[in-house]
């Protein structure tokens, strides 16, 4: 499936201070995003940028928005990050031109876009001050006092913090941002390789503490899909041997002397196994019931059995999901 993704940053502004770390964020953004960890093709990545060639004003910001949206069917993402601000009408991100009383584009309209596009999925990540506010529709709030989401299915909103909270720079670098990049580079991956906007979002918010910045997470997704695809730790051949080791999910595989590689009684096809087994142990699939040394199991005898996510994954398998 088709995937593109505008990814904008905004360092200099002409009414508003200056920023530092947005369009370095936004370059690495496109640089994590345009290739899988294998360097195969992930999204079509349109940066713009501020310094650059064109103003981002909201005039030229909302063209890019059509033109990312318009009769697309694939999976989109929009990336942004500058200053963003909150208002009696709803939150804005604020362009180049932005002042404190006319600052930008409403989060608001961004939101409306991408529920009303065709796209099979769209991920929004925004890092700017007050970005929580993005996907909660100014006109509601007067009548929920919870704050709740208005997403159709597909759309996710990844926000650097709550609707009433700053988002912050450290050492020349936005927290958020710097995360989120981190979890994209296999932090936030899967035994499978496969890191979703969920795994990112709990990556960031695992290491963000209670007096930081809160990130937010708001989605209407019927299926996580990867956001990009990192080396997995198993492959999903190796996953599909799990009912050839264990009948079944419960079963004790018992090792012996003949599994390990240094044993003069080694046999080949048990060796290839033990290796098979180490694997999927280091994955955390796999657990000898007495310790956590194979080679201690098999020159006991020992059983090795499946852990919970082996269960999983061996339940996958014999569903067909794998």
């Known amino acids: 499936m088709p995937r593109r993704a505008l990814i904008v940053g905004i360092n200099n502004y002409e009414n508003v201070s200056t920023l530092n770390s947005c369009v370095a964020d936004a370059e690495a ?50 990336y942004f990050s500058g200053h963003g601000t909150q208002t009696e009408t709803g939150g804005y991100l604020v362009t180049q031109e932005g002042t404190p009383d006319d600052p930008g584009l409403a989060m608001d309209d961004l939101a409306k876009m991408a529920n009303d596009s065709s796209a099979s999925t769209v991920l929004i990540i925004l890092d700017c001050c007050f970005s929580g506010a993005a996907g909660n529709p100014a006109a509601l709030q007067a009548s929920f006092s919870d704050g709740r989401t208005v997403l159709r299915e597909g759309v996710t909103i990844l926000a650097a913090s709550r609707g009433t909270q700053a988002a912050l720079e450290t050492g020349g670098q936005s927290v958020f941002t710097s995360l989120v990049l981190g979890a994209l580079r296999g932090g936030a991956a899967d035994i499978r390789g496969k890191v979703s906007a969920a795994s990112i979002y709990g990556y960031a918010e695992s290491a963000l503490g209670s007096w930081q910045q809160r ?69 955390g699939l796999l657990t000898p019931i007495y310790g956590d040394d194979l080679y201690w199991a098999a020159e006991r005898s020992f059983h090795v059995v499946l852990t919970e996510l082996g269960r999983f994954y061996w339940q996958l398998v014999r569903n067909g999901r794998i």
């Open 215 to 283: 990130p937010l997470y708001k989605s209407h997704a019927a299926n996580l899909e990867p956001v990009r695809l990192c080396t997995p730790k198993v492959t999903d051949a190796e996953l599909r041997d799990l009912p050839k080791y264990f009948p079944h999910s419960d079963f004790r595989y018992q090792l012996d002397l003949t599994y390990e590689e240094t044993c003069g009684a080694a046999k080949p096809a048990h060796v290839a196994i033990f290796k098979a087994f180490k694997r999927l142990q280091l994955a």
């Open 29 to 78: 953004m496109v640089e994590v995003l345009s290739r899988h960890q294998d360097n195969s093709v992930n999204f079509d990545c349109r940066p713009f940028l501020a310094p650059g060639p064109e103003r981002i004003t909201r005039v030229a910001l909302r063209k890019l928005w059509r033109e990312l949206f318009h009769d697309f069917r694939g999976d989109v993402l929009f």
